[in-house]
């Protein structure tokens, strides 16, 4: 009985240090993925502008319209938005998951 019990004793304390390891390893994810979405948040938004404010400069030009120039200002414009979305449905993402997490712990 007694050896039993320290071989329960032994096997909690085996699952509480990998359970504390897998808390550390989504801690460090959660971090990772915060910084990256920072990161990405102000050259996205510099590109937006510019794409923006190029848009406006093509379309001010008047009869000299070049059409590869405002596809491409275009695409521009549409990626730097679409990567925007992508980091605000991350954060979004993220936040979720840790309320998630904390309401199981």
């Known amino acids: 009985m007694i050896y039993a019990t320290k071989q329960s004793l032994t096997l ?3 699952l509480f240090l990998a359970n504390e390891k897998i808390k550390a390893n989504g801690k460090m994810q959660r971090d990772f993925i915060n910084i990256a979405v920072q990161e990405l948040r102000k050259p996205i938004q510099s590109i937006i502008g510019y794409s923006e404010l190029l848009q406006e400069l093509l379309s001010s030009e008047g009869g000299q319209k070049d059409n590869q ?6 695409a521009l414009f549409k990626n730097a938005d679409r990567l925007q979305k992508l980091t605000e449905d991350t954060k979004i993402n993220l936040q979720q998951l840790q309320w998630i997490m904390q309401k199981q712990i």
């Open 12 to 14: 909690n304390k085996k």
């Open 69 to 74: 120039k405002t596809e491409s200002v275009a």
